[in-house]
């Protein structure tokens, strides 16, 4: 085992906490058959995580046995993602921000060109193409990566619902950050976006108004406006909000008991 370790000495020693495999075989001066064999070690002992194709991370000491993705969801990110650009999102960015209690297993990554990776660190990967002008909109650096800010995070999964898991989720979230988002930053969002954020503002306004959360948007919503259902997944319709024309497929009852109200 004295080769694999002086590899991660060697890598440390360059401040490196994720590298590739021919940073490795560098480091080594090995074959890469032998360079492989090494790494396959390495990650049998929990000492480096394989995060993508070529790409590894080691595993800070106290850490060992967990993946790289649990523990530092950025650097996992930001080492598959290398040079492009992109941003953790959706249920990711706010299972990242603390406002989900249960965890998130698929990383959801917008970028501005489909990747031909599945997974990162033996977790899910779903990418969600994006125009590159928003990939950066509203969001915050992270190491190498970047992720969503709190208002981006909750616009987003309002603007798809379907890659929200449920609206239960975003009530949770919504509990929990609602006192600390800037209504005005989510409305400058819903600008960018035209009518398709338009529609998500409405939805948390209606979110937040009803279930009494401490977040005040107020988008101006005429009579002739077209109802924005909250759910565009499903047409039903349980409950109509006047106030912001938004037709919930469900009781405002059960996401009270979610947001706990």
Known sequence: MARPLELIDSLVAEGKEEFSFEDARAALDRSPTAT?????????????????????????????????????????????????????????ALADLGLLSHPVRTITVACAKQVRVHAISHRPLRVVVEQAETIHLEAEPLGR????????????????????????????????GAADADPARVSLLAKVFGPRGFAAERRLASLT??????LSLAPA?????????????????????????????????????????
């Open 36 to 92: 492989a064999n090494t790494l396959r070690r390495l990650q049998d002992n929990g000492l480096v995580d394989r995060l993508g194709r070529g790409r590894y991370a080691i595993r800070p000491l106290g850490s060992l046995h967990t993946s790289a993705a649990t523990d530092d969801l950025a650097l996992a990110v930001g080492a598959t993602f290398g040079g492009r650009e992109h941003r953790i999102a959706y249920l990711s």
């Open 145 to 176: 990566s970047w992720r969503s800010t709190l208002e981006r995070a909750l616009f987003e999964c309002a603007l798809r619902v379907d890659l929200t898991g449920g609206m239960e989720r975003l009530v949770e979230a919504l509990a929990g």
């Open 209 to 214: 108004r009803v279930l009494i959360l401490p």
């Open 221 to 261: 919503v005429g009579h002739r406006q077209p109802i924005v259902h909250l759910d565009p997944r499903t047409k039903h319709t349980a409950w109509m909000d006047s106030t912001f024309r938004v037709a919930w497929h469900l009781d405002p009852d059960e996401l009270r008991a979610v947001a706990g109200n």
